[in-house]
């Protein structure tokens, strides 16, 4: 099993408690690969498929995901580039961010429009977020969703809307139903479905994006239950109180992460539902965005 996240990785700055900052790697889409590389089985290759620069922190980005444990043969260098950077700030574990990310490399990586069609022709699953859309330019995301279009593996989408990065609501709901219609396994938030669907209900959001085409929608609701929705089924699964939570940087991202690594080794929605919780819970407890 090989599965690739696509998207960008960005230099983290994230605060320490005590006023100062630690220096990180990580994104949406990164955050999703390392919990996929720490919960799936180690026989399973997960990949990294972005594009990054040829300066320093670059490589130090290129050689932190190898240590890790995510092959990084997907990723392009390309010569006189380099790599976003944001920072975090806190209030009561609730984050916010500060972004540089207008001249990143990431923003480049279709360019070479033979690139994402070899990335996914090894790949049995595929893992991408809005926020991979929203950095390319319109021209890109069309050779995107055509490569996702002829892609016959899993397609996993997290629509992850992040208003700044798009030039209408309007234009990322487009987008957002485009791939939800490709999608075999669809991750919206109730936030994503409020902002982008106009709609509160997650009931009503599930079975509407089920009946435009994705084959499996969940919906998260932060501590709240998670809605499902798949083939003549619908149902909401709660879950007890957890702890107070520490930083709440890549929870989603970690749900997705046990979401999607026990549904590819045979679990069913409620159990996959259930672990990505366990991995919502614990990225929580932990400052930045990435599983201890």
Request: charged content about 20%; glycine content about 10%.
């Amino acid at each position: 099993m090989r599965i690739v996240c696509l998207g960008e990785c960005m230099v983290e700055l994230a605060p320490t408690g005590d006023g100062t900052f630690a220096l990180g790697f990580a994104g949406d889409t990164f955050n999703t690969a390392w919990a996929l590389r720490k919960t799936c089985p180690e026989s399973w290759e997960v990949g990294y498929a972005t594009a990054l620069g040829d300066d320093p922190v670059s490589g130090d980005m290129l050689r932190f995901m190898a240590k890790s444990g995510i092959c990084t043969r997907a990723i392009q260098i390309l010569p006189g580039e380099t790599c976003g950077l944001y920072l975090i700030q806190l209030t009561a574990g609730e984050r916010s961010f500060s972004y540089w990310r207008g001249t990143s490399a990431a923003r480049k990586m279709v360019d070479d429009g033979s690139w994402l069609p070899r990335v996914l022709a090894d790949a049995q699953a595929v893992f991408l977020s809005g926020i991979s859309l929203a950095i390319l330019s319109q021209e890109h995301r069309d050779a995107v969703a055509a490569a996702l279009e002829a892609y016959t593996g899993t397609l996993v989408f997290d629509p992850n809307y992040r208003a700044r990065l798009w030039s209408s609501a309007a234009l990322a709901r487009d987008w957002f139903l485009r791939i939800a219609a490709r999608a075999d396994i669809l991750l919206p938030s109730i936030e994503d479905c409020n902002a982008l669907l106009g709609t509160n209900s997650a009931a009503g959001a599930a079975e509407a994006l089920f009946a435009s085409g994705a084959r499996e929608v969940i919906i998260t609701d932060g501590a709240g239950p998670v809605t499902i929705c798949t083939e003549g089924a619908l149902s909401a699964l709660a879950f007890d109180e957890g702890a107070a939570p520490l930083d709440t940087t890549g929870a989603g991202d970690a749900f997705n992460a046990g979401y999607l690594s026990a549904r590819l080794e045979g679990q069913t929605p409620r159990q996959a539902a259930a672990e990505g919780r366990r991995l919502s819970q614990l990225a929580i407890s932990t400052r930045g965005a990435l599983l201890p």
